[in-house]
């Protein structure tokens, strides 16, 4: 794999994957200070897509029959599901550890809730003490909210590319700094190396955008790093860039929708996933039994041999 992920580099590509990674950290931190750095850290996110068809050829497996539909599906089950029992270990972990970051997130959680259903005092009726005003909550925007959060939900998916470009990118270094030791095939050391650093950015990362105090910081960048460890781990068994996209994508989607639509979303998904999980396994096993030939057939070919 790391032969795949260190070939040589075009100096477009090179540009586009420092862009992807440097330049959305620098984007990621303004948009503190300006929306505008906001909306281009979105841009960057949609267009590293196609910088992604690019990087995925560089780690996609190489196996000799192609990949079936069935074995697909099973890839990306399996994968949401790793993901979802290791992500609530971490959730558990990170609840019991770092109080006061549990706590800022569970306030930053009701607060976004709290927004979503704020009343426009602009168009809510004024009433009398004791009665309560009537929300300004028309159909478009409940569409305009659930559209934005889904919106920005998939683009995070899409911060697998920039993972997978600064592992490629830190491999390259290594391979460069350390001939000796890669050609003596410590390989695997580096790229352990480049997922461990990857994942600590990706904590660093989610508190970029944000100014909080450094004990709700240190567990932010603990619990996401733990869960950026997943992803990686993730993207390196499965070799498939898009499967850890899409789990990414789906999970964050299905984590916000619990915030304030329906509690138990990121449960029922892992259900909705464990059953099409289950079914399609029973599928692929009953389908590799039909195309297995007869025993007594074998035995017969090997004795007439």
């Known amino acids: 794999m790391t032969t795949n992920l260190t070939k040589p580099i075009s100096i477009k590509l090179l540009f586009a994957m420092l862009v992807v990674t440097i330049g959305a950290e620098v984007l990621l931190y303004l948009s503190r200070f300006s929306y505008l750095a906001s909306t281009f850290y979105d841009a960057m996110m949609v267009s ?15 196996e000799p029959h192609p990949v079936t539909k069935r074995k697909l599906t099973l890839k990306f089950t399996g994968a949401f599901l790793v993901f ?7 959730n558990i972990y990170s609840s019991n550890t770092f109080n006061d970051f549990n706590v800022d997130y569970d ?65 390259v270094v290594c391979k460069k700094v350390f001939p000796k030791k890669w050609a003596s095939g410590k390989r695997d050391l580096f790229l352990m190396l480049a997922l461990f650093l990857t994942s600590i950015l990706f904590g660093i990362d989610h508190t970029l955008d944000s100014v909080e105090p450094w004990e709700v910081r240190i567990g932010a960048i603990v619990t996401f790093a733990n869960m950026g460890l997943l992803f990686g ?7 498939n860039l898009w499967v850890t996209v899409l789990v990414h994508s789906l999970y964050d989607i299905s984590a916000t ?49």
Do not use: C
């Open 48 to 62: 590293s897509f196609f910088i992604g068809i690019k990087l995925h050829q560089r780690i996609r497996s190489s």
């Open 107 to 171: 306030q930053y959680v009701q607060e976004y809730t709290d927004m979503q259903m704020d009343v426009d005092p602009q168009h809510s009726e004024t009433v009398e003490s004791g009665t309560k005003a009537e929300p300004n909550s028309t159909f478009f925007d409940q569409i305009d909210t659930i559209g934005a959060d889904i919106y920005t939900d998939a683009l995070a998916g899409l911060e697998e590319v920039w993972r997978l470009a600064y592992i490629i990118l830190l491999l």
């Open 257 to 305: 929708l619990s915030w304030y639509y329906l509690d138990s979303a990121v449960e029922f998904l892992a259900l909705a996933v464990l059953i099409v999980h289950v079914l399609v396994l029973t599928l692929e096993k009953f389908h590799n039994k039909r195309s297995q030939p007869p025993l007594e057939n074998v035995e017969g070919i090997q004795a007439a041999e």
């Open 233 to 239: 781990l993730i993207l390196l068994w499965t070799r």
């Open 84 to 90: 979802f029992l290791g992500s609530t270990i971490i």
